[in-house]
Antibody, heavy 122, light 107 residues
Framework: EVQLVQSGAEVKKPGESLKISCKGSGYSFTTYWIGWVRQMPGKGLEWMGIIYPDDSDTRYSPSFQGQVTISADKSITTAYLQWSSLKASDTAMYYC???????????????WGQGTLVTVSS | DIQMTQSPSSLSASVGDRVTITCRASQGISNYLAWFQQKPGKAPKSLIYAASSLQSGVPSKFSGSGSGTYFTLTISSLQPEDFATYYCQQYNSYPYTFGQGTKLEIK
């Protein structure tokens, strides 16, 4: 059974750093891209970026480039999303999701993690 | 970035009804379109990819169509568990953008 299990909720202060995780199991972790999606309170879904764990090839949305870092450790089948200096506007639910490759080479989400709530408040 | 626009933003319907949600792309995306369902406090669930292909385990009451810039999601015989927010997403080009969502509520 494919599972993506995310780390628990976090409460941080502005300026602090944070790294949240997404552990994949039940499939070949290195042969599927993993993506991150933000959902701010009461708002819609925003595509942040994706990573290919086998070689750490990464694609970012321009809206998030330079604001976050996506990484992966294939030895422990875990992907990460990290911030070096959090802002109050980073308060949101963050989801990881697996991407499946179509025969055309395009990538679409299939399985999702349960989400990690990040709250940034002084 | 490709802009995805869903309509309506909200929709009221009754159990047993058939509803259709539309999604328009700001430029052609072939059939690289996915649909997701999200219930309050839950993670999104993948429903459809390639505009009309059902994800594994998704019931056939959900159907999708379209190509280019115009897409639809149709849900037949609505049941209480179908009332949720639905999102479309293009995966033709980076960044893979979502529509703003359509909230389907019980009338």
């Amino acid at each position: 059974e494919v599972q993506l299990v995310q780390s628990g909720a976090e409460v941080k202060k502005p300026g602090e750093s944070l790294k949240i995780s997404c552990k994949g199991s039940g499939y070949s972790f290195t042969t599927y891209w993993i993506g991150w999606v933000r959902q701010m309170p009461g708002k819609g879904l925003e595509w942040m970026g994706i990573i290919y764990p086998d070689d750490s090839d990464t694609r970012y949305s321009p809206s998030f480039q330079g604001q976050v870092t996506i990484s992966a450790d294939k030895s422990i089948t875990t992907a990460y999303l990290q911030w070096s200096s959090l802002k109050a506007s980073d308060t949101a639910m963050y989801y990881c999701a697996r991407l499946r490759r179509a025969v055309t080479g395009t990538l679409f989400f299939d399985y999702w993690g349960q989400g990690t709530l990040v709250t940034v408040s002084s | 970035d490709i802009q995805m626009t869903q309509s309506p933003s909200s929709l009221s319907a009754s159990v047993g009804d058939r509803v259709t949600i539309t999604c328009r792309a700001s430029q052609g995306i072939s059939n690289y379109l996915a649909w997701f369902q999200q219930k309050p406090g839950k993670a999104p669930k993948s429903l459809i990819y390639a505009a009309s292909s059902l994800q594994s385990g998704v019931p056939s009451k959900f159907s999708g169509s379209g190509s280019g810039t115009y897409f639809t999601l149709t849900i037949s015989s609505l049941q209480p568990e179908d009332f949720a927010t639905y999102y479309c997403q293009q995966y033709n080009s980076y960044p893979y953008t979502f529509g703003q969502g359509t909230k389907l509520e019980i009338k």
